[in-house]
């Protein structure tokens, strides 16, 4: 019998490195109008020129208001969406320029766990269905049987019975779902997961769970996560590097205990005043920073400076006509914003 399949090393075994590296990436949507005449009349410029890398076997986070881009970003690393201009060097290799067979194989390597369970599952599959379509379109197991016991093992891997095997999705609680969703990301034996919201369709109290089995998971298998969240403590407790992303750029990139402790962009800064102190003492000290307005439209970003709309410290000197680039302040931190 074949066990799961493990991650594999890649180019670097033995090594670290990075494993996913996004350079320029350029995702723009096009819209049109007229019913005979298909025309282009302008875009979204969903993602607009995001560089980032996440190491092999750790977690970098992707933080950001609704409608940033961040979703849409890691749609496009595994092609889901198309990509504009860019690059996407996943262990070496460019999944951008890939197609066919070549792309397959490559998606076999990265899988995704996406938000909502309860619609990103079948209601007409079984959990063993689910977990062993993967399996059979990738010829992984040389038998219904043998990729059954698979299936089964990666049901053990995220804690649940075997005999939810027989069961429907509709039949489980949301944490369950979502385990599922994990097992059939696992099964394949990816080496790099990227989870999209991968709790905030869950209780508070089911949250913390899911979390755990991620991090049990990645000190077993060496597994490689680009977590997308808009809820920062989410983020805080899972990941290495965090990136703040705005209208379709990063403004931020720093270790996880540098971003929060000390913030320097001034969305950030917003973003982290935003998330409530237990202590009430601490609580009524702090200061609290309200950005004005609501997120530009993509289809219309601000000139200069995509946040000088919202920014506190803006200045039209360079803000409304020049865009930061994001650039190194200190070892591994990089910040967009002419002041800082």
Known sequence: ??????????????????LLEVRGLKVHFPIRRGIFFDRTVGHVFAVDGVDLRVPRGGTYGLVGESGCGKSTLGRAVLRLNPVTDGQVIFDGVDVAALKGEQLRRARRRMQMIFQDPMSSLDPRQNVESILTEGLAAHSL?????????????????????????????????????????????????????????????????IQAQVINV??????????????????????????????????????????????????????????????????????????????????????????????????????????DTERPELRVVSPGRKVACHWV
């Open 1 to 18: 019998m074949k066990a799961v399949p493990k991650p594999r090393t890649g180019h670097d075994e033995g090594t670290g490195g990075d």
């Open 141 to 205: 197991g040389s038998s219904h049987t043998e990729r059954r016991a698979m299936a089964a093992e990666t049901l053990d891997a995220v804690g649940l019975p075997r005999w939810a095997m027989s069961r429907y999705p509709h039949e489980f609680s949301g944490g369950q779902r979502q385990r599922i969703g994990i097992a059939r990301a696992l099964a394949l034996g990816p080496d790099l997961i990227i989870a999209d919201e991968p709790v905030s369709a869950l209780d508070v109290s």
């Open 214 to 319: 991620l991090q049990e998971l990645q000190e077993q298998r060496g597994l490689t996560y680009l977590v997308i969240a808009h809820d920062l403590a989410v983020v805080r407790h899972i990941s290495d590097v965090v990136g703040v992303m705005y209208l379709g750029g990063l403004v931020e990139e720093a270790t996880t205990g540098e971003l929060y402790t000390t913030p320097l962009h001034p969305y950030t800064r917003a973003l982290l005043s935003a998330i409530p102190i237990p202590d009430p003492e601490v609580e009524d000290r702090r200061e609290r920073i309200l950005l004005r307005g609501d997120l530009p439209s993509p289809a219309n970003p601000p000139s200069g400076c995509r946040f000088r709309t919202r920014c506190p410290v803006r200045r039209e000197t360079r803000c």
